[in-house]
């Protein structure tokens, strides 16, 4: 069974970097898609940043320029960099992988829809 382990989340002050790593265990098919999600407080879970095996990749537009996805296909890791941290950032991260979405799609299907996905963690700027 195809677990994910997410690990990276920290407390920063504005303008800080983090990077979040997820990887897949057990994940033995030959397309995939992953990517990363977040649930602030008191707001609803969003789509952050995906990428497939095919190498394409979407971010949603709060985060454009500033977070960067990318993946160790062999490690089956993805990893999200952070950079220029703002306080809305704060939330709970969480990681997602699917055996048949494209970036483009994961970015637009809830968290629970995708075929796995981790248990979170927690990323917190202050300013």
């Given at each position: 069974?195809?677990?994910?382990?997410?690990?990276?989340?920290?407390?920063?002050?504005?303008?800080?970097?983090?990077?979040?790593?997820c990887t897949a265990s057990e994940y033995t098919y030959s397309?995939?898609?992953?990517?990363?999600?977040r649930q602030a407080p008191g707001k609803g879970r969003e789509a952050v940043a995906?990428?497939?095996s095919d190498g394409d990749i979407e971010y949603a537009d709060t985060v454009k320029g500033r977070f960067t996805i990318s993946v160790d296909s062999p490690k089956m890791t993805v990893y999200l960099q952070m950079n220029s941290l703002k306080p809305e950032d704060?939330?709970?991260?969480?990681c997602a992988a699917d055996q048949a979405l494209?970036?483009?799609?994961s970015l637009g299907?809830?968290?629970?829809d995708h075929n796995w996905y981790g248990q979170g963690t927690q990323v917190t700027v202050s300013s």
């Open positions: 069974e195809v677990q994910l382990v997410e690990s990276g989340g920290d407390s920063v002050h504005t303008g800080g970097s983090l990077r979040l790593s397309h995939y898609v992953m990517g990363w999600f995906t990428i497939d704060t939330a709970m991260y969480y494209t970036a483009l799609q299907v809830p968290l629970y």
